[in-house]
């Protein structure tokens, strides 16, 4: 069922990564252990104002993964659906950081179902240290110039320093 893509498991992890986390670094590290290939596939949602560019935010995690040879790095704007189907890949991987989290979570994978039987979402549930961790909370912080350095790898703390400079 999960073989794809001459005979090896590829899964999907879309995200906007405005910008990527820890946590996200978390799930994509256990994730790139789980399946033979990842893709992170960064959204550009349009009904949200992204602090970074879509090319600045695929080269952040183009950085901060380039030690895992299996993640491959790529951008879309479209439903996820028809992106999974333009790249031939039925499996999604989703994280989970409190029940709060599942709700929509349930109803995105049950859409996206719903949309296309054959593809199937992967939940896993983020470590404890990052059960709290979100890209709007880091901007809130780093825009009023808070310490940043244990939620975020320094190439984005540097990033976040540039687009939020000192008055």
Do not use: C, W
């Amino acid at each position: 069922m999960m073989r794809q893509e001459h005979g090896i498991t590829v899964a999907v992890y879309p995200g906007s990564f405005d910008p990527v986390t820890y946590g996200h670094l978390d799930i994509i590290h256990r994730a790139a252990k789980v399946f033979d290939k990842l893709i992170v596939a960064v959204l550009n949602n349009t009904s949200k104002n992204a602090l970074f560019t879509l090319e600045e935010r695929m080269e952040l995690l183009r950085k901060v993964t380039a030690d895992l040879p299996n993640v491959e790095i790529d951008g879309f704007r479209d439903l996820m659906v028809n992106y999974m189907k333009a790249r031939n890949v039925r499996l999604i991987v989703r994280g989970l950081r409190a029940v709060s989290d599942f709700e929509y979570e349930l109803q995105m994978a049950s859409t996206n179902h719903k949309l296309n039987p054959d593809v199937e979402t992967f939940f896993m549930t983020s470590k404890p240290q990052f059960s709290y961790l979100s890209s709007s909370i880091v901007k809130e912080i780093a825009k009023f110039h808070g310490p940043v350095e244990d939620l975020v790898p320094a190439e984005v703390e540097e990033e976040l320093r540039k687009k939020f400079p000192q008055t």
